[in-house]
């Protein structure tokens, strides 16, 4: 009878919420978990419960894993609002079951916050959990990476089948002592992979006898091919593993065959094989994946390109606070053969709380901006002097730099002292001020 | 010629620390003083009397441990190095090294013992608005050697006790354990703070202190500049 009132509840303050105005992906597993704490446990699930965690890449996984899978006629219920705490996985739970506690899908699909997958776990057990990668991310809120590879480690259940893109040493870990299957994916040498050690902050022992790890080469911070010297802790050959990378074409190899990527990123690679990697976990037939990722739909996902003064101009998000996810957008912009003008900055680190830590610029490689091709950088917003003084430590030159300050002035700053494609990677604030900027003067 | 050391580069080094011996160079550089810097870590052969300069940066706790580890064996080495009035700059939590003991969650470790000063990792918040099992946030504050206002964050998971002679007193959160306004630790040539990240780039006008110091008692000539660093200084007083 709980479990009944629980469970309308849940609906009932869901359809109020979302009637007045609010989003309702979370107050409804508030209410519901106040009337039964474990009403989670008493719900009948599907035979496949997927979780997709790590500190990037979460989102597009999750996003590409239920169009495969839909397109293959299962019926998947995920949470799209993208609400991934405990209240918002209930509602999301509830308000797909029926009152009589039966959750009314093939597949249970979540993307899960690293931070908050243990309450999560504690209700319902995952068949299957894929793990993306492990980095520096929001520092106020989770810490540091052991922090989140100790959150993740204890949080996983014996039994469930993990997927772990071992490329990533601190998500490879994660395999030691589990009682499950493992599946394993991973991606070839390719354009983007670079030979320094200057840049592996993150795991450079093995985790087993601390010898420092052999890399053969790096793809972008600790992710890459490395080899404990006393074989205690190694990448080994992946299950699935990307191979004949062309990132600008946006295509890779699986298995021998030919996979299209929805977008010319390295991490496009990553999430693409990982999505691969778990359907196959789950027993699909390479044919059925294949028809999803080369269908064009997805493969022609287009980037947004504005025109503006007779050029062309493209925005990325500025991914503040996880210098990986930042140095990844910079080789994507550092990739693109036309000569070019950069922007960059941000007012704030986060939207998401008040600290206003800049530490994270210096972990990225701004260094790799020395390139020919590279025109100007303009740099705006409140930090414009720090990311000034960073990129004359990445040794750019004086003359290639341009402070606005007032932003009022860009657009005339960019028609007058600039040539080249335009790229702009600011935070969201900025980028608001950005389209303001180009509708008007394209109106004028 | 002014010799540096980086120690424990690739295992302490949390958010863009490795930033600060990059300052320590540009700056000298900037003066035309010659330098070198050695990066160096657990198990390497090291004469730290050969330095006139080490740094260690903050680490997540695993790594600390490792540390922990082998600079034991260097324990008279430093013992020398400190007591002959040489630089060593330590931030996060790199200063719980050189301290009597840690005393973690699972356990209790010895650590160097050259200062009297005591760490514990904490269980219940010390500090309002941190959480339970970290301090996390920005910090202000102030030190009697230069008159200008130090910034930073900290993202730390212990508190030291018996502290007397701290480098900063702060105005904004988190001192050492919460008792007092005292931050961090001084004494001789030694500056440690809790303070994580690019410390020395962020406040200018420490770095200049600290490298004056430094160049006057090797008879060099340390010119104070407005720099870059220094507008990027004030602009985030201004802002935030």
């Given at each position: 009878?709980?479990?009944?009132?629980?469970?309308?509840?849940?609906?009932?303050?869901?359809?109020?919420?979302?009637?007045?105005?609010?989003?309702?992906?979370?107050?409804?597993?508030?209410?519901?978990?106040?009337?039964?704490?474990?009403?989670?446990?008493?719900?009948?699930?599907?035979?496949?419960?997927?979780?997709?965690?790590?500190?990037?890449?979460?989102?597009?996984?999750?996003?590409?894993?239920?169009?495969?899978?839909?397109?293959?006629?299962?019926?998947?219920?995920?949470?799209?609002?993208?609400?991934?705490?405990?209240?918002?996985?209930?509602?999301?739970?509830?308000?797909?079951?029926?009152?009589?506690?039966?959750?009314?899908?093939?597949?249970?699909?979540?993307?899960?916050?690293?931070?908050?997958?243990?309450?999560?776990?504690?209700?319902?057990?995952?068949?299957?959990?894929?793990?993306?990668?492990?980095?520096?991310?929001?520092?106020?809120?989770?810490?540091?990476?052991?922090k989140i590879y100790n959150a993740i480690k204890n949080a996983i259940p014996d039994g469930t089948h993990i997927i772990l893109n071992v490329d990533d040493p601190l998500v490879n870990?994660?395999?030691?002592?589990?009682?499950?299957?493992?599946?394993?994916?991973?991606?070839?040498?390719?354009?983007?992979?670079?030979?320094?050690?200057?840049?592996?902050?993150?795991?450079?022992?093995?985790?087993?006898?601390?010898?420092?790890?052999?890399?053969?080469?790096?793809?972008?911070?600790?992710?890459?091919?490395?080899?404990?010297?006393?074989?205690?802790?190694?990448?080994?050959?992946?299950?699935?593993?990307?191979?004949?990378?062309?990132?600008?074409?946006?295509?890779?190899?699986?298995?021998?065959?030919?996979?299209?990527?929805?977008?010319?990123?390295?991490?496009?690679?990553?999430?693409?094989?990982?999505?691969?990697?778990?359907?196959?976990?789950?027993?699909?037939?390479?044919?059925?994946?294949?028809?999803?990722?080369?269908?064009?739909?997805?493969?022609?996902?287009?980037?947004?390109?504005?025109?503006?003064?007779?050029?062309?101009?493209?925005?990325?998000?500025?991914?503040?606070?996880?210098?990986?996810?930042?140095?990844?957008?910079?080789?994507?912009?550092?990739?693109?053969?036309?000569?070019?003008?950069?922007?960059?900055?941000?007012?704030?680190?986060?939207?998401?709380?008040?600290?206003?830590?800049?530490?994270?610029?210096?972990?990225?490689?701004?260094?790799?901006?020395?390139?020919?091709?590279?025109?100007?950088?303009?740099?705006?917003?409140?930090?414009?002097?720090?990311?000034?003084?960073?990129?004359?430590?990445?040794?750019?030159?004086?003359?290639?730099?341009?402070?606005?300050?007032?932003?009022?002035?860009?657009?005339?700053?960019?028609?007058?002292?600039?040539?080249?494609?335009?790229?702009?990677?600011?935070?969201?604030?900025?980028?608001?001020?950005?389209?303001?900027?180009?509708?008007?003067?394209?109106?004028? | 010629?002014?010799?540096?050391?980086?120690?424990?580069?690739?295992?302490?080094?949390?958010?863009?620390?490795?930033?600060?011996?990059?300052?320590?160079?540009?700056?000298?550089?900037?003066?035309?003083?010659?330098?070198?810097?050695?990066?160096?870590?657990?198990?390497?052969?090291?004469?730290?009397?050969?330095?006139?300069?080490?740094?260690?940066?903050?680490?997540?706790?695993?790594?600390?441990?490792?540390?922990?580890?082998?600079?034991?064996?260097?324990?008279?080495?430093?013992?020398?190095?400190?007591?002959?009035?040489?630089?060593?700059?330590?931030?996060?939590?790199?200063?719980?090294?050189?301290?009597?003991?840690?005393?973690?969650?699972?356990?209790?470790?010895?650590?160097?013992?050259?200062?009297?000063?005591?760490?514990?990792?904490?269980?219940?918040?010390?500090?309002?608005?941190?959480?339970?099992?970290?301090?996390?946030?920005?910090?202000?504050?102030?030190?009697?050697?230069?008159?200008?206002?130090?910034?930073?964050?900290?993202?730390?998971?212990?508190?030291?006790?018996?502290?007397?002679?701290?480098?900063?007193?702060?105005?904004?959160?988190?001192?050492?354990?919460?008792?007092?306004?005292?931050?961090?630790?001084?004494?001789?040539?030694?500056?440690?703070?809790?303070?994580?990240?690019?410390?020395?780039?962020?406040?200018?006008?420490?770095?200049?202190?600290?490298?004056?110091?430094?160049?006057?008692?090797?008879?060099?000539?340390?010119?104070?500049?407005?720099?870059?660093?220094?507008?990027?200084?004030?602009?985030?007083?201004?802002?935030?």
């Amino acid at each position: 009878m709980l479990k009944f009132i629980s469970i309308l509840t849940c609906k009932v303050v869901n359809k109020l919420s979302k009637l007045t105005g609010h989003e309702g992906s979370v107050i409804g597993g508030y209410w519901a978990t106040k009337i039964d704490k474990k009403i989670l446990k008493k719900i009948i699930l599907p035979k496949y419960v997927i979780g997709i965690t790590g500190s990037s890449g979460k989102s597009s996984s999750t996003e590409l894993i239920y169009n495969i899978l839909t397109k293959n006629g299962m019926k998947v219920v995920y949470n799209k609002e993208g609400s991934n705490t405990i209240n918002g996985i209930t509602a999301l739970i509830l308000n797909n079951s029926s009152l009589k506690g039966s959750l009314k899908a093939d597949v249970l699909l979540m993307e899960l916050d690293e931070q908050f997958m243990k309450k999560v776990f504690e209700y319902i057990t995952p068949t299957h959990l894929m793990i993306t990668n492990i980095t520096r991310d929001q520092p106020p809120r989770n810490s540091h990476p052991e922090k989140i590879y100790n959150a993740i480690k204890n949080a996983i259940p014996d039994g469930t089948h993990i997927i772990l893109n071992v490329d990533d040493p601190l998500v490879n870990r994660i395999r030691i002592n589990h009682k499950g299957a493992v599946t394993t994916y991973g991606i070839e040498e390719n354009d983007y992979s670079v030979k320094t050690t200057l840049h592996n902050l993150d795991a450079a022992y093995c985790p087993i006898c601390h010898s420092k790890l052999e890399y053969t080469f790096y793809h972008y911070g600790h992710i890459g091919s490395y080899n404990c010297p006393k074989y205690d802790f190694n990448r080994g050959n992946p299950d699935y593993e990307a191979k004949e990378i062309d990132v600008d074409n946006q295509k890779i190899k699986i298995k021998d065959n030919i996979v299209h990527l929805p977008s010319p990123f390295l991490y496009t690679v990553y999430f693409t094989t990982g999505c691969y990697a778990l359907c196959k976990a789950l027993n699909l037939k390479d044919n059925d994946i294949l028809k999803v990722l080369n269908d064009e739909t997805i493969k022609t996902k287009r980037l947004t390109i504005y025109d503006y003064d007779n050029r062309k101009w493209q925005m990325l998000v500025s991914k503040n606070e996880n210098n990986l996810s930042y140095k990844q957008s910079l080789d994507y912009i550092k990739h693109q053969k036309e000569d070019k003008t950069i922007i960059l900055g941000f007012d704030s680190s986060s939207r998401r709380y008040k600290e206003n830590d800049i530490s994270w610029i210096w972990d990225i490689d701004f260094e790799s901006l020395n390139d020919e091709s590279v025109k100007n950088i303009i740099l705006i917003g409140k930090f414009c002097y720090d990311m000034q003084l960073r990129m004359q430590y990445a040794g750019i030159d004086n003359n290639k730099l341009i402070i606005v300050e007032n932003i009022d002035t860009l657009g005339k700053i960019i028609k007058e002292k600039t040539t080249g494609k335009i790229f702009s990677m600011v935070c969201f604030d900025k980028e608001i001020e950005l389209k303001k900027i180009i509708k008007e003067d394209n109106n004028d | 010629m002014i010799n540096i050391l980086h120690l424990y580069y690739d295992l302490l080094n949390l958010y863009g620390e490795n930033a600060n011996t990059r300052c320590i160079c540009e700056e000298l550089k900037r003066n035309n003083i010659k330098y070198k810097i050695d990066y160096k870590s657990i198990n390497d052969k090291i004469n730290l009397l050969d330095y006139d300069l080490i740094y260690i940066g903050s680490g997540q706790e695993e790594n600390i441990k490792i540390a922990l580890n082998d600079i034991l064996k260097r324990k008279e080495d430093f013992q020398k190095y400190i007591d002959s009035n040489k630089y060593l700059i330590l931030t996060g939590n790199s200063m719980i090294l050189f301290g009597t003991e840690i005393k973690t969650l699972e356990e209790d470790l010895e650590s160097l013992g050259i200062f009297d000063y005591n760490t514990e990792y904490i269980k219940e918040s010390t500090f309002k608005n941190a959480s339970t099992t970290r301090i996390v946030g920005e910090i202000k504050a102030h030190s009697k050697l230069i008159k200008e206002t130090i910034i930073g964050f900290q993202n730390r998971c212990d508190i030291i006790h018996n502290i007397n002679s701290p480098l900063l007193e702060v105005e904004e959160k988190y001192s050492n354990d919460g008792t007092n306004k005292n931050e961090g630790f001084k004494q001789k040539n030694v500056y440690a703070t809790h303070t994580i990240g690019p410390l020395l780039i962020r406040n200018p006008y420490l770095t200049d202190y600290i490298l004056k110091n430094l160049c006057k008692d090797k008879g060099l000539k340390f010119k104070i500049e407005e720099t870059t660093s220094k507008k990027a200084y004030k602009k985030y007083l201004e802002n935030f």
